[in-house]
């Protein structure tokens, strides 16, 4: 037996009542690597939560989505990966029924209702999926990311285009109707010229 290992039984048994660290040899001995997060991060809170929801922005939706409203459920994802792929729920659905969502804004709401219609099934419920990684978190968080996108692309208030934009457009259908019309007329003409002249007589 050489000497670390009967310094090291002779500190464990010192320190048999539930020690969390000592020291041998001048170095710290823990069951704690020295990558845990408690050190990388001394002040974090190192536990997740869902903060409050940020003040109201009037009639627009401020990008915070309550976790309990929504129906959370995971399964195996599908695609490469090997093995993993079958022991790990790592695919990620949320649904929610939309017109009950009050956490959405009055207004955005109901231009969701008319433009999500077609995939909203029976009971009302709107689905989102991700498989995009292996990680459960970060399908989480790609799938209520697109949950935030869609629900911000229909508070884009459109910009009425301009005089000059409305007489490009305008000059512009107009060339393309007569390109077409000239291609047409080029096209019977050809069509035309191969036709064998009729009441000739030889």
């Given at each position: ?55 109201g922005s009037g ?72 498989d995009l990684t ?69």
């Amino acid at each position: 037996m050489n000497k670390i290992t009967r310094a090291f039984i002779s500190v464990l048994r010192q320190n048999n009542s539930g020690y969390s660290s000592a020291t041998l040899l001048g170095r710290q001995l823990s069951y704690q690597s020295d990558l845990s997060l408690d050190k990388i991060y001394p002040n974090a809170r190192l536990q997740l939560y869902t903060p409050p929801p940020p003040p109201g922005s009037g009639d627009k939706f401020t990008g915070y989505i309550p976790m309990d409203k929504l129906e959370i459920s995971y399964s195996r994802s599908s695609g490469p990966g090997g093995q993993h792929v079958n022991t790990v729920n790592t695919k990620v659905d949320i649904r929610f029924k939309l017109a009950e969502a009050e956490w959405i804004p009055t207004k955005t709401r109901e231009k969701l209702l008319q433009v999500l219609a077609n995939k909203l099934n029976k009971e009302g419920y709107y689905f989102i999926k991700s498989d995009l990684t292996r990680s459960q978190q970060m399908n989480l968080a790609d799938a209520l990311e697109k949950l935030r996108t869609v629900i911000r692309a229909q508070e884009v208030e459109p910009v009425a285009p301009s005089e000059e934009t409305l007489e490009k457009l305008r000059r512009r259908q107009e060339k393309a109707a007569r390109q077409r019309l000239q291609l047409k007329r080029d096209r019977s003409q050809v069509k035309a010229d191969r036709r064998a002249p009729s009441g000739v007589d030889f």
